[in-house]
C-alpha cells in the first residue's frame, strides 16, 4: 500500500513509477469519477453514474406525494452508488494497477444538506421517515426556505449583525441556515431527532473515512462561520426560540482547512471503491471553488467561472472587501492564505436546455436531426451569423432566480422585444446573451468594489460552446481564458488529493504541475463589443427596474403561484 502519510513528499508507485489519485466531482444529476496522474495532470480514465432517483422537484419518489414550488431534494444513497459505480468503472478505462493510487478527493453542489443522526444515518433510511420530504437532501437549488432567509436578513441588517456584509448584505435561501430553520418550522419532529445537518460535501467524505470533518469552505460560504464564530444564540433565538441551539446542536463541528487529510479510506469504502485501505481522504470542498487550482487560477484577481447548469463564480484576492451581493469572502475559503470571493447566477444551462425541452417546435428538432446535430448545436449555427442586436430582444436570466448581485430568488425569467416575427434561434440567442450580462454584472460589482478582477477564466460544461464563450468575451470586453480540462471540478478534486496525500508541498505548487489553461482563448471584437454596450444598458434598465424594488410584479406573480398550487394540493408537507 502507498504512503500517504500527511506531509510526505514520496510515494509508492509500480512498475513504472507513476502514482495517481481519484477526483470525484458529484454534481446536479450525476457523479463522476476521474483518474489522474500525479506527476502531469494527465486525466487516464473517466466514468459517469447518473444519479438513480435524479432530482425530486415535483413528487416524492418514495411515495409518490406532490411536492411543494421550489422543493428540490436528492437521496443520498446516489451518491454512494457513484463510489460504487463511477470509482471503479474510472480505475478500470485508465488501466492502472489501483494499488498505485495514493488519494481520492471528492467535491460537491453548495449548499447541499443532509439531516442525519449521530452516526451519519441521512433521516430518510431511518423507517417511518421515508414519506417525509424534510427528510432527504435538500439540494442546493431548493429555493423553498425563501421566507425564512428574508427574516434572517430583516433580523440580520436590523441588529447590524457584523457577518451580514461578509455576504454582500443578504443571506441566500439555498444555505444552511434558511433551510434549517425551514425543518424546524415545517416538521418540528424531524428536527428534533436531526443530530447532525451536515454539508453533502462533508457526507461523502464521512462515507469514504468514517470520520466527520466539516470543510471550512462550506463553513464559511454557506454556515455564516466568520471570525471563529456562527452567529450567535441571541440572534438565532430572535429569529425562532426553539432555533437557538441550531448553531450549537445541529452544525458546529471540527473544521478541517481545505486540500488537508480529513482521514483514511475505510475499509467499507475501499471495497465499494476497489482502492487501497488507508490511503488518504481530502477534506471535502465544492465544485466551483475546488475548480481554480484545475484551471492554473490560485492567484488574486482571477475569476473562474464554472459554467454549467448554474454558474459560480469564484476567485482569490489579497484584500477584505465588502461587495454588494457577493455570496461571500472567507479567509482561506478557496486558497489558504487568500480572501476567496464567490458570486453566482442560479441559472444558465438549465435556461437554455429549458427553452430546448419546452419552447422549441417540432421542425427545429426535425432539422437538427436531420444534420445530425443537437438542438442546441443547430440553435447556435442559426443564431450566430445574425448582427449583435439583430433580433431585437433583452431577456433577464432569472429563471431560477438571481444570486448575485440581487440575491433573489423570488425574481423570475423575462424576455422583451417579442413579437410575432421572432423566430426559436433569436430567443435562444438573447437567452444566452442574458447569461452573459449578468456575468458582466457580477464582473463590474466587483471592480467598482475594489476587487478587481484582471482575467477571466471559464470552466464547465458551456465551454464546449465557441459561440457562447465568444459573445462572453464581447459583452465583459476582456478575454476569456479557458480551462484545459473538461473535468474542471474532478480535476480540481484530485489535485487536492495529491496535496493531502504528500504529494506537493501546497496547493499552488499541484495547481502549476497538474492544473491546465489555454490564456485568452477568446478575444473580444471591438465592433461586437461597442454594440452589446448598447444592449447591456438595457438589460441594466430591466435588472434594475424589477430587481431593485420599483416593480415587484416578479415577486407577487411567484405568490400567486404558490397560493394556487397550495390550494390544489393540499397534502401537509410533513404528512
Not at 165 to 172: A, E, K, Q, T, V
Not at 259 to 264: F, M, Y
Request: aromatic share 8%.
Amino acid at each position: 500500500m502507498s504512503d500517504s502519510t500527511p506531509g510526505s513528499a514520496t510515494t509508492s508507485a509500480g512498475a513504472g513509477g507513476d502514482t495517481y489519485v481519484i477526483g470525484v466531482d458529484y454534481g446536479t444529476l450525476s457523479g463522476r469519477a476521474v483518474v489522474v496522474r500525479v506527476s502531469d495532470g494527465a486525466e487516464l480514465g473517466a466514468a459517469t453514474l447518473e444519479y438513480p432517483h435524479a432530482v425530486m422537484d415535483t413528487t416524492l419518489a418514495a411515495t409518490g406525494a406532490q411536492l411543494p414550488p421550489e422543493w428540490a431534494l436528492q437521496v443520498p444513497s446516489d451518491y454512494v452508488d457513484v463510489l460504487r459505480s463511477a470509482v471503479p468503472a474510472a480505475v478500470r478505462e485508465a488501466g492502472i494497477d489501483p494499488q498505485d493510487v495514493v488519494g481520492i478527493a471528492t467535491d460537491f453542489t453548495a449548499c447541499t444538506m443532509v439531516p442525519t443522526l449521530a452516526d451519519g444515518t441521512p433521516l430518510n433510511e431511518v423507517p417511518g421517515y421515508e414519506g417525509r420530504p424534510h427528510a432527504y437532501v435538500k439540494l442546493w437549488k431548493h429555493h423553498a426556505a425563501q421566507a425564512q432567509a428574508n427574516r434572517i436578513n430583516e433580523l440580520a441588517a436590523a441588529r447590524g449583525e457584523a457577518w451580514l456584509p461578509r455576504y454582500g448584505g443578504l443571506i441566500s435561501s439555498e444555505w444552511e441556515f434558511a433551510k434549517g430553520l425551514q425543518l424546524l418550522e415545517e416538521d418540528r419532529e424531524l428536527y428534533d431527532v436531526m443530530e447532525h445537518w451536515v454539508e453533502a460535501a462533508d457526507w461523502i467524505v464521512w462515507q469514504l473515512t468514517g470520520e466527520y470533518v466539516r470543510n471550512a469552505c462550506t463553513a464559511g460560504y454557506k454556515g455564516i462561520y466568520q471570525d471563529g464564530a456562527y452567529p450567535s444564540e441571541e440572534f438565532l433565538a430572535a429569529l425562532n426560540p426553539d432555533f437557538a441551539g441550531f448553531a450549537r446542536d445541529k452544525v458546529e463541528h471540527t473544521i478541517g482547512a481545505l486540500a488537508s487529510r480529513a482521514g483514511s479510506l475505510s475499509e467499507e469504502a475501499a471495497a465499494w471503491t476497489g482502492l487501497p485501505a488507508g490511503i488518504a481522504v481530502a477534506v471535502g470542498n465544492v465544485d466551483a471553488h475546488v475548480t481554480a487550482p484545475a484551471a492554473q487560477a490560485t492567484d488574486p484577481g482571477q475569476m473562474v467561472a464554472i459554467m454549467g447548469t448554474s454558474t459560480c463564480h469564484v476567485m482569490n484576492s489579497d484584500r477584505l472587501s465588502e461587495v454588494p451581493g457577493m455570496c461571500g469572502v472567507v479567509d482561506g475559503g478557496i486558497v489558504a492564505g487568500f480572501y476567496g470571493y464567490e458570486a453566482g447566477q442560479s441559472g444558465v444551462g438549465d435556461i437554455f436546455a429549458w427553452f430546448v425541452a419546452n419552447q422549441v417546435p417540432g421542425e427545429i428538432r426535425d432539422a437538427a436531426a436531420a444534420e445530425g446535430l443537437s438542438v442546441h448545436e443547430h440553435l447556435t449555427g442559426q443564431a450566430q451569423g445574425e448582427p449583435v442586436g439583430a433580433h431585437g430582444l433583452v431577456a433577464l436570466d432569472w429563471h431560477s432566480g438571481n444570486r448575485s448581485v440581487l440575491v433573489d430568488h423570488e425574481l423570475s425569467g423575462t424576455i422583451v422585444g417579442l413579437t410575432l416575427a421572432t423566430k426559436p434561434h433569436e430567443v435562444y440567442r438573447a437567452l444566452l446573451e442574458s447569461t452573459a450580462f449578468g456575468t458582466r454584472k457580477i464582473v463590474e460589482t466587483f471592480n467598482a468594489s475594489g476587487v478587481p478582477v484582471t482575467e477571466f477564466v471559464a470552466a464547465g460544461g458551456l465551454i464546449r460552446n465557441p459561440f457562447l464563450m465568444q459573445v462572453y468575451a464581447d459583452v465583459l470586453n476582456m478575454p476569456i481564458s479557458v480551462i484545459g480540462s473538461a473535468q474542471g471540478p474532478a480535476l480540481g478534486s484530485a489535485i487536492h488529493a495529491a496535496v493531502a496525500a504528500g504529494a506537493y508541498e501546497d496547493i499552488h505548487a499541484a495547481a502549476a504541475a497538474m492544473g491546465h489553461l489555454d490564456r485568452a482563448a477568446y478575444t473580444p471584437d471591438p465592433e461586437r463589443a461597442d454594440a452589446y454596450d448598447a444592449l447591456y444598458r438595457e438589460y441594466t434598465d430591466l435588472h434594475d427596474y424589477f430587481g431593485r424594488g420599483t416593480n415587484d410584479v416578479m415577486h407577487r406573480l411567484k405568490a400567486l403561484r404558490r397560493a394556487a398550487r397550495t390550494a390544489a394540493a393540499p397534502q401537509a408537507v410533513s404528512a
